[in-house]
């Protein structure tokens, strides 16, 4: 149970590593039963990657962040930053280890009392950074974030993007090679969440920074993560890339957070549309993948791509595609699209038999009444 | 009207006594009742330095003794004064008594006041690697400092009203003026003069107060 998903790749440097890490709360009040937040969650964050982990609320992601930053103590099991083992540092050790972490918040959490440029400057007092040193990296953050103008207003001035770029520069300040990013972008407006998720990016990308990041909104993770844990109450249920897991989710716990998201396959009243129509054939929604269909039988085809057309015509099964779409995940098709074929039952049948056996993932719409 | 001339040198010095026992209650048991209302929120349940322990005591201590009048207070701590300053009446007793009971009014203005910061704040600030007690000091007091002073302000106005009753201990003072030289000698002149000199001195630190508390909140 307690074996990651996915072994790691032996050649990239683990940064963080959860070992069977659990997390139980007292319950309120003296009969209230203790509340399992996380239960036997193992997982590794390469350095230099951007680790999504995707839950509903009260998942318990915001605990998983705080397990990282040691701003919490497991129950159970252990927590890694890089070789250091937290539960092995006292709190002095552990406030040292903050100083390379960085976190962000949804709520942004900026100090009301302190300017922008405060706010930024306060984890290099806090690390005990000299006043020249300090204003010169607090110039070049605030540069990096695009608010140097904005340097010595309070941030109640601010509007939430600019506030989550004040929160970004701080957990920068220091300059540390991880980031914790809690539901960042969940108090923003779509727009705003856009540029938020562009500059944490950037920050991975030109920075080299490590970003641990919990959402909820599975547009967050696919934009920014390469990899992704799914957790649902408290356990990690399916971990691996966001392309394999958004484009194949193995569990019905991920299935039900993601399902919705690449697999969109028509409503019932969009079905009896489509079967009202002048077709009259079977409608069968396929999954698009790229990966799909390279089992065995790809080497018939000399390693080419499965080639819907081309099984549909070798059967002599006429594909019209009447929904569904393909886009682009992490630099890669995916998607599913539904066809409406015309031809002969048992013509049909054996087309979508020779996709199941290419590992092509086939489901026949059920037949309304329509 | 003459009386109140002829009773100038008296009328100065009950304006020093009043003065000198406002300004140390207020500084002095500001001080300590900052460090109550700075132990009550960190102690409490979840806090920097939650401890159940410290925050039962400290919590009942002021429970107890927030109630009670301060003429009664004066009187139940005469053997506590007696053991410290060595005396029980006179301005040093009155000022030693009115510092105290202001020490736990003001605890408990500070404990809400610094109830009111978002616990996020606190939370950033410890991600950021911060010491608990920095934070206390350096993020928690001057995120509610507006707060803060309005809530001093208001027990600088109660420590005015408290120290009226200083003349009963041999205190002196403003309140003690206007009884024995104006009440008491049927001398009214000289009772709306101590008045109108308490309402001004009121009126002042209610507006250095408000001023202040504008400056912090940037209104």
Request: charged share 20%; no cysteine.
């Given at each position: 149970?307690?074996?990651?998903a996915e ?45 999504g982990?995707i839950g509903s ?161 599975l547009?967050?993770i696919r934009?920014?993560a390469?990899r992704v844990a799914v957790l649902d109450?408290?356990r990690v249920v399916e971990t691996g890339t966001v392309y394999d897991v958004f484009t194949r989710p193995r569990t019905t716990a991920a299935a039900r957070l993601i399902g919705t998201d690449l697999r969109e396959r ?21 999954r698009?993948r790229?990966?799909d ?36 995940l992490?630099?890669?098709?995916a998607g599913s ?24 993932d086939?489901v ?7 | ?219």
């Amino acid at each position: 149970m307690s074996v990651p998903a996915e072994p790691a790749d032996a050649r990239a440097e683990i940064h963080v590593r959860l070992e069977r890490v659990g997390k139980t709360f007292p319950g309120r009040g003296r009969r209230a039963a203790p509340v399992v937040v996380l239960d036997d969650v193992s997982l590794e964050v390469r350095r230099g990657e951007v680790f999504g982990v995707i839950g509903s609320s009260g998942a318990g992601k915001s605990t998983l962040l705080r397990l990282i930053n040691g701003l919490e103590t497991p129950t159970s099991g252990r927590v890694y930053l890089g070789e250091r083992e937290l539960g092995a540092l006292n709190e002095r050790g552990r406030r040292e280890a903050r100083g390379d972490t960085g976190m962000i918040f949804q709520q942004f959490n900026l100090f009301r009392s302190r300017t922008v440029a405060g706010n930024v400057a306060y984890p290099l007092k806090v690390a005990g950074v000299g006043q020249p040193e300090r204003d010169r990296r607090v110039a070049r953050l605030l540069a990096f974030v695009g608010l140097l103008d904005r340097a010595h207003d309070h941030p109640e001035r601010l509007s939430g993007g600019q506030k989550q770029r004040v929160g970004i520069a701080r957990a920068l300040a220091t300059e540390p090679s991880l980031l914790l990013v809690d539901e960042a972008t969940s108090a923003l407006d779509p727009e705003t969440t856009g540029e938020v998720l562009a500059l944490l990016g950037q920050v991975n990308r030109e920075l080299g920074v490590t970003i641990v990041i919990v959402s909820h909104e599975l547009d967050v993770i696919r934009s920014l993560a390469d990899r992704v844990a799914v957790l649902d109450v408290g356990r990690v249920v399916e971990t691996g890339t966001v392309y394999d897991v958004f484009t194949r989710p193995r569990t019905t716990a991920a299935a039900r957070l993601i399902g919705t998201d690449l697999r969109e396959r028509p409503s019932p009243a969009t079905l009896a549309r489509l079967r009202s129509g002048p077709g009259g054939g079977r409608l069968v929604t396929v999954r698009v993948r790229e990966g799909d269909g390279e089992g065995e039988r790809a080497e018939e085809r000399g390693g080419a791509r499965p080639g819907l057309a081309h099984v549909f015509l070798a059967h002599q099964v006429a594909a019209e595609v009447v929904f569904g779409g393909i886009r682009e995940l992490q630099g890669r098709p995916a998607g599913s699209l539904t066809f409406e074929l015309s031809g002969a039952d048992a013509a049909v049948d054996a087309a979508l038999a020779a996709l199941r056996a290419d590992g092509v993932d086939v489901v026949e719409e059920p037949a309304g009444n329509a | 009207m003459h009386e109140f001339l002829d009773n100038l040198a008296v009328y100065r010095e009950a304006i020093r006594q009043t003065l000198f026992i406002v300004s140390i209650s207020v500084v002095a048991g500001g001080a300590l009742g900052l460090v109550l209302g700075l132990v009550l929120y960190a102690t409490r349940a979840g806090n920097l330095f939650a401890n159940r322990a410290a925050f039962l005591i400290v919590n009942v201590l002021v429970n107890v003794v927030r109630p009670i009048p301060f003429v009664i207070f004066l009187t139940a701590i005469q053997p506590l004064m007696l053991h410290t300053i060595g005396t029980t009446i006179g301005t040093n007793a009155v000022t030693f008594a009115l510092s105290l009971s202001a020490a736990f009014a003001i605890s408990r203005i500070v404990e809400q006041n610094l109830l009111t910061v978002e616990p996020g704040v606190v939370e950033a600030a410890r991600a950021a690697g911060a010491r608990p007690i920095s934070i206390l000091l350096t993020v928690l007091i001057p995120e509610a400092l507006g707060p803060l002073i309005l809530g001093y302000t208001f027990i600088f106005v109660a420590v005015v009203d408290m120290s009226a009753q200083a003349g009963l201990f041999g205190g002196g003072g403003l309140g003690d003026f206007a009884i024995t030289y104006g009440s008491q000698r049927y001398n009214w002149p000289i009772v709306y003069i101590s008045v109108a000199t308490i309402v001004v001195l009121v009126q002042a630190g209610q507006f250095l107060g408000s001023w202040l508390a504008r400056r912090a909140l940037r209104r």
